[in-house]
């Protein structure tokens, strides 16, 4: 006796119906692999939190200013690599102690953003404020990404 | 006992009209002595933060200085609106006695619940 795949009723009676099965089930196997699969964005998706990042530019400096209420200084981390900007922390749970909480809208955990400068930046200078739950990061172009005025002499 | 903080958006009086604002995020914490509430405005100093109870309602509304950067915005993702939001106070709680406190963008209100409706323990005489 040999093992013989089991179709469906359906698409053995109508042999035009094939096609559909196999396009279900390559459906099928879309649905069932998670979305994130392969991206590696998982964390960021489901534990944890998305702050809200402006970049600025001018002549002499870009700037990211992003949203993050209710943090401890140390719990932030700005980091650079390769043209990358990277603001990462946790936000700790506060011990509630017996506190039963009746709504809960503030999100605690990690969170991680990053951006891809658009010039290069002198990644000695950077430097951070934090104020109002706001962080402000001023990253110094480099010098050879300046914009440079050139005269031109018209003879 | 958890109607506090049920949530009045019909009510915003008519500033609204005139003016467009986001309500800004808010966790509502309670035990024996009463609620905390945390309400995230970031942006928002000591100076730009409002708060009155009107009509057992309470109303606390920031308006955000965000800091002022010379130069071209390259990517935007935050809101320009400021913040306001009201809270329907239980009954409960004493009016009076709500204190509030703000730090790095986040209020912290304290709603402490009158004397007589904390759970109390009666002695056997």
């Known amino acids: ?155 | 006992m958890n109607t506090l903080v049920r949530e009045n958006r019909s009510s915003n009086g008519e500033r609204q009209a005139t003016e467009q604002f986001i309500a800004p995020v808010a966790t509502v914490l309670e035990n024996a002595d009463g609620y905390t509430l945390e309400v995230e405005m970031p942006g928002v100093s000591k100076e730009n933060l409002e708060m009155w109870v009107e009509n057992n309602e309470l109303t606390i509304q920031g308006r955000r200085a965000m800091p002022s950067v010379e130069g071209t915005l390259v990517h935007r993702e935050s809101r320009p609106e400021n913040f306001r939001r009201s809270f329907e106070l239980d009954p409960s709680i004493d009016a009076a006695k709500i204190s509030a406190k703000i730090d790095q963008g986040v209020v912290t209100l304290t709603l402490p619940k009158a004397e007589q409706v904390k759970p109390r323990k009666i002695a056997v005489a």
């Open chain 1, 1 to 155: 006796m040999s093992l013989i795949r089991y179709q469906t009723p359906n698409s053995m009676m109508v042999p035009s119906l094939d096609r559909w099965a196999s396009l279900r089930n390559d459906l099928d196997t879309l649905l069932e692999l998670p979305f994130w699969a392969g991206s590696g964005r998982q964390t960021q998706l489901f534990s944890g939190w998305t702050p809200a990042l402006d970049l600025f530019q001018n002549n002499d400096n870009i700037v990211a200013v992003v949203e993050l209420p209710g943090m401890r200084k140390e719990d932030i981390e700005i980091s650079l690599q390769d043209g990358t900007l990277i603001i990462s922390g946790e936000r700790k749970e506060e011990p509630s102690q017996e506190n039963g909480a009746t709504r809960t809208e503030r999100c605690t955990g990690k969170f991680r953003r990053s951006i891809t400068l658009p010039t290069r930046v002198d990644a000695n200078k950077v430097s951070a404020t934090y104020k109002d739950g706001i962080l402000t990061v001023t990253l110094p172009k480099a010098e050879e990404a300046k914009p440079k005025q050139i005269q031109i002499n018209l003879s």
